[in-house]
């Protein structure tokens, strides 16, 4: 168990619609990075907060979008979504800006 | 951006062999990792290794920055080494993160 938690782990929605996935790092952790792993693009990092800021940006979709609360709780918003957002989201955390990452369970996200 | 290669991408082994994991890296990094992702998906921290090298157990990990590769030895393979190893590495300045292709690991007993 790395610590960090994600919240749900299976989630099953529509095209169109929008889904809040969640993830609280390790106690004590200020950074938290989202990515997606799908079949065909692999494990692509999409962004990463800290300590509530927007610290780095990779490949999200302007679609997608992320915020970190002063808990340092993160959520990660998907909205008008497609076939091809079907993917495992997984959140990580590390204790400063860089550094070790700490991988969540992941939650598994299907769109029909 | 950052090319990020691993090989090979399939092995196959007895029970009891011994592998090397290779991850190629196209630019400087500051920081490299070693991730196990497990048959149910769970990636897990192998080893946190920017340079130089670290043992623990039967696995064990090189990193020669300057030479822009990393190695990850697993000796006496067990058929709960079996998944995907990912080397994750993230660039000098810090805000971009990239995951190589994986290695995909069988064991067979």
């Known amino acids: 168990d790395s610590g960090v938690t994600q919240t749900p782990k299976h989630l099953i929605t529509a095209t169109g619609q929008r889904v809040t996935l969640r993830c609280s790092p390790r106690s004590g952790d200020l950074s938290v990075y989202w990515y997606q792993q799908s079949l065909d693009q692999g494990l692509q990092f999409l962004i990463q907060y800290y300590n509530g800021e927007e610290r780095a940006k990779g490949n999200i979709l302007e679609r997608f979008s992320a915020q970190q609360f002063p808990d340092l709780h993160s959520e990660l918003n998907l909205s008008s979504l497609e076939l091809g957002d079907s993917a495992l989201y997984f959140c990580?955390?590390?204790?400063?800006?860089?550094?070790?990452?700490?991988f969540g369970p992941g939650t598994r996200l299907t769109v029909t | 951006g950052i090319q990020v290669e691993q090989s090979p991408p399939d092995l196959i082994l007895q029970e009891g062999a011994n592998s090397t994991l290779r991850c190629n890296f196209s630019?400087?990094?500051?920081?490299l990792q070693w991730f196990h992702q497990n048959p149910w998906g769970q990636l897990i921290n192998l080893f946190y290794?920017?340079?130089g090298t670290k043992q623990n157990g039967r696995l064990s990990a090189t990193t020669v920055a300057t030479e822009r590769y990393s190695l990850l030895y697993i000796s006496s393979s067990q058929t709960t080494d079996s998944g995907v190893y990912f080397c994750?590495?993230?660039?000098?300045?810090?805000?971009?993160?990239?995951f190589g292709t994986g290695t995909s690991l069988t064991v067979i007993p």
């Open positions: 630019d400087s990094v500051n920081n």
């Open positions: 994750a590495v993230d660039l000098e300045g810090g805000n971009q993160f990239y």
């Open positions: 290794i920017p340079s």
């Open positions: 990580a955390s590390s204790v400063g800006a860089l550094g070790e990452q700490y």
